[in-house]
Each structure stands twice: as structure tokens, then as C-alpha cells.
């Protein structure tokens, strides 16, 4: 279930009577987003708290504003003093493990592609973490574990691999709207790249 602390970049404004309005702000996140657009969005306005359906409609909204902000201070970085010309597709970003090595790849359709994976594999690979996101967080996460990459997708799995599933996996909801299973299993989630 989503909980308000668990809303990235959520800012709450009180107003007269008990009613309040939360906003996403882009400067809640960094400090360099005055360029960013939107830098600010209207999540939900209302009388008290919203509702844990709202909440989860919420936070959805919320994390996609953060991922175009991330994804604009990647190619800010690549390319300086240009916004976002266009953004790359959304899905998500898996780290799929196949004994002493994992697999960080981009997919919109992950339980396909681990089922492509899994025909090169004859022990069963494990799907560790799932975490929504572009091609360019994708290309960020291999630059964060490019000391421990062996070719192009895979990596040694390491201690520092195995704490950054494990920190990932702390702060799920990501999987409460996401089956990855054929057996119904939920898994899965959602992280600030």
C-alpha cells in the first residue's frame, strides 16, 4: 500500500477549511531542475487525506515526473545546456541472475524476455529486482557497476550489486501493481536511480 512518505518529490500545501493540495516539485528533488518542465504538478487536491487508491494513483504519477526529471539530468549532462528533446521509451530495468553473474537489461514486457533468456540457460535464472525506468537509467546503472561488468549486460555478482537488489527490494510497491509470474507471484519494484 502506498504511504505519502513513500511519494517522491510530493510537496502539501494546507488550505482554508481542511482542504489541502499536494504538488510534485521538481526542486523537492534537486536543486538543478530550474530549467525542468514541469516543475511543478498538481497531484491531488481534496478535503483531509486522499484515499489508498488515490495514494497509489499518486505515487505512479509522482514517479514518472521523477523519472523524466532524471532522465533530463542524464542527457543534461551529455549534452549541456539542452533540455529534453525526446524522451525514450518507458519500462522497466531487471537484474537477472545466472550463478556468480547478473544481467541489467531494459524491457517493457520483463517476464517475455526472462523467458528468452532462460532458453541460453540450463539451470533456472532468478529475477532479482524490477525497477520501472528508461533505456537511459538503464545505461546509468551500467555506469554505476561498470568496474564489475564482464561484456555489455553482465556483471560479477558482487557484494555491491547484492546490497543495491537488497535496498531495492526494502522499498517495493512497485510490485503491488506489477505480476511478473506465471504462478501469480507478485515481484518486483521501484527505486530513485
Not at 514541469?38 to 488515490?54: I, K, N
Not at 528533446?85 to 520483463?110: C, L, M, Q, T
Not at 556483471?155 to 510497491?173: D, G, L, M
Amino acid at each position: 500500500m502506498a504511504k505519502a512518505s513513500d511519494i517522491p518529490g510530493l510537496k502539501r500545501l494546507p488550505k482554508p477549511g481542511g482542504f489541502s493540495t499536494w504538488y510534485w516539485s521538481a526542486s523537492q528533488l534537486t536543486r538543478e531542475a530550474k530549467d525542468f518542465t514541469p516543475r511543478t504538478a498538481r497531484l491531488w487536491h481534496g478535503l483531509g487525506e486522499p484515499a489508498a487508491e488515490q495514494l497509489t494513483v499518486i505515487k505512479a504519477r509522482a514517479l514518472r515526473l521523477t523519472q523524466d526529471l532524471q532522465e533530463w539530468q542524464l542527457r543534461a549532462r551529455k549534452k549541456p545546456g539542452r533540455g529534453l528533446a525526446k524522451r525514450s521509451p518507458r519500462g522497466s530495468i531487471y537484474f537477472v541472475r545466472a550463478a556468480e553473474r547478473v544481467k541489467i537489461g531494459f524491457s517493457k514486457d520483463v517476464r517475455r524476455r526472462v523467458a528468452e533468456l532462460q532458453t541460453f540457460f540450463p539451470e533456472p535464472l532468478d529475477l532479482l529486482l524490477v525497477l520501472p525506468g528508461s533505456i537511459l537509467n538503464e545505461h546509468a546503472m551500467h555506469r554505476r557497476f561498470a568496474d564489475l561488468c564482464i561484456t555489455r549486460e553482465w556483471f560479477r555478482y558482487e557484494e555491491r550489486i547484492a546490497r543495491f537488489v537488497a535496498k531495492n527490494k526494502v522499498r517495493t510497491s512497485f510490485s503491488e501493481s506489477h505480476d511478473l509470474s506465471e504462478s501469480g507471484e507478485k515481484r518486483g519494484v521501484e527505486s530513485c536511480l
